[in-house]
T-cell receptor, first 113, second 113 residues
Framework: DAGVIQSPRHEVTEMGQEVTLRCKPISGHNSLFWYRQTMMRGLELLIYFNNNVPIDDSGMPEDRFSAKMPNASFSTLKIQPSEPRDSAVYFC???????????FGQGTRLTVV | GESVGLHLPTLSVQEGDNSIINCAYSNSASDYFIWYKQESGKGPQFIIDIRSNMDKRQGQRVTVLLNKTVKHLSLQIAATQPGDSAVYFCAAPSGAAGNKLTFGGGTRVLVKP
């Protein structure tokens, strides 16, 4: 398996634009996590899904952020409108529900100017 | 203006020496604890986990110790190598499904040749 695949690897966008980050989890994994990493706040859990259903979105900063998982092999994290303070590295991770190991993608480095 | 970022504790280690990284946790109900390693430009990578009913677990060159009395977790790396230079995170699960993974602030390990 190629591991968790995220796209794009880098994204530079202007303030106010919509940004969509994409994630393909490892086949067979039924839990998917979106994290954000910044120097200020470290690694924060934004939202996670079990069996494509959002379980906990309490980490989502505000209504500008939304996440979907239409099927077991794809998830998106959308920011609309984007702001400079959204600049961060966004990681997607997947795991089996009973497993202790979450596998992370390479991340998407987002820069909002 | 000047920005204030998350201050990562840093451990400088001579190549070949042993490293000890510490972590304090607050949730006594966690069933297990995990150590992750994050190299520059990459996503966190699972190193080792330990169940809450254990106090020690050994892997390849790594040992994790769990002291539930004082809610303390440590990762020992034997014969530290340059490839061990990274940021190390402890993590613990929570949430109703038991797989909501929350990360600590991290410790940077710098291996000196």
């Amino acid at each position: 398996d190629a591991g968790v695949i995220q796209s794009p690897r880098h994204e530079v966008t202007e303030m106010g634009q919509e940004v969509t980050l994409r994630c393909k989890p490892i086949s067979g994994h039924n839990s998917l996590f979106w994290y954000r990493q910044t120097m200020m706040r470290g690694l924060e859990l934004l939202i996670y899904f079990n069996n494509n259903v959002p379980i906990d979105d309490s980490g989502m900063p505000e209504d500008r952020f939304s996440a979907k998982m239409p099927n077991a092999s794809f998830s998106t994290l959308k920011i609309q409108p984007s702001e400079p303070r959204d600049s961060a590295v966004y990681f997607c991770a997947s795991s089996t529900m009973g497993g202790t190991e979450a596998f992370f993608g390479q991340g998407t480095r987002l820069t909002v100017v | 203006g000047e920005s204030v970022g998350l201050h990562l504790p840093t451990l400088s280690v001579q190549e070949g020496d042993n490293s000890i990284i510490n972590c304090a946790y607050s949730n006594s109900a966690s069933d297990y604890f995990i150590w992750y390693k994050q190299e520059s430009g990459k996503g966190p990578q699972f190193i080792i986990d330990i169940r809450s009913n254990m106090d020690k677990r050994q892997g390849q060159r790594v040992t994790v110790l769990l002291n539930k009395t004082v809610k303390h977790l440590s990762l020992q790396i034997a014969a530290t190598q340059p490839g061990d230079s990274a940021v190390y995170f402890c993590a613990a699960p929570s949430g109703a499904a038991g797989n909501k993974l929350t990360f600590g602030g991290g410790t940077r390990v710098l291996v000196k040749p």
